[in-house]
């Protein structure tokens, strides 16, 4: 006895879900057809066309966390690598990855662009796109005492902090950057300023030990990626010891970071497992995980796509989470939902914290 096709589809689909994704779901919910256009039998080995009753599926709960996925500084970026492909043809070089995505970063590569990790690897004669995470001042210096053609990708976020950085560095403060070690937007935050200027910390240990020069000239910044509540306790410790560090004037970490967080938030309590979609480079799709299990998620992992689901994970579940980091693709999402609803019967519902409608110019260079 064998199978020709694929088994029936059942899917449920909430009201609430709009558009492509009602589509989507709608269309996994019709029973597969054969080349003939008929529903999908089961030939025996008499080949009896007899219909054959598909197996049951359990039923399980999608909660889908909105926003996810792309911020409007991925977007730029990755917008920034196209358009100087149009603009100056193939190869654009980019150092370091635009964005921590493996499935962005292929898709480039495959219209003509070059990744390298310094700017040593790239020919003088081609144009070179610098990171969305941003870069230490000595790279764009040494783009021009090369007069190379270059367009900056930092994200307008990231930016911000390295001016904020630079303004405390002139009132003579001593600055604490609060971040990870070796994650590029360190790197390039540090390398604003000279060596010794800011002084990394990773953890509250940290903050309970540091040991300023002068207390009374002391400023903090952060990444942008980081957890919410991690940083707020960081912040607490250094507040508590040094009362008159200047904070910046606007939180650091960004409005995608937190909107992703607040959306994990909401639906990791009623969530048996969480699925991040993202890269275990990416600062803030790692970052999703820990708040994920935090909120009360029972599990929560990151997988790159479908591709790595350990479907042992599902074992017992009734309500799985889905989210993507700020790197990752929304059809990576798409790909996701798909297979569990190819295992499953499957009802999807969007659970939405805000809306975001943050959107970035592209530099003025590739407009010219
Ligand atoms: S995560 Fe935030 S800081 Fe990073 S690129 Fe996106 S918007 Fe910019």
Redesign the pocket.
Known sequence: MFFLGGMQRRLHVSPRLQGKWRRAVIALARPARNRAGRPDLLLRENFSTEPMTPPEKRPISILLAAPRGF????DR?IQIVEQAIRKWGAPVYVRHEI?HNRHVVERLEALGAVFVEELHDCPEDRPVIFS??GVPKAVPAEARRREMIFVDAT????SKVHVEAERHYEAGHEIVLIGHAGHP?VIGTMGQLPPGAITLLETVADAETYMPRDPARLSFVTQ??LSVDDTAEMVGVLQRRFPSIAAPHKEDI????TNRQDAVKAMAEQSDLVLVIGSPKSS?SVRLVEVAKRAGARDARLVGSADEVDWSWFDGAQSVGVTAG?SAPEDLVEGLIAAIASRYDARVEEVRVTKED?VFKLPRILAE
């Open positions: 911020c409007a500084g991925v970026a964005v969305a995470h994200c307008p976020l990231v937007e942008t990626t960004c409005y995608a970071t803030n700020a943050v």
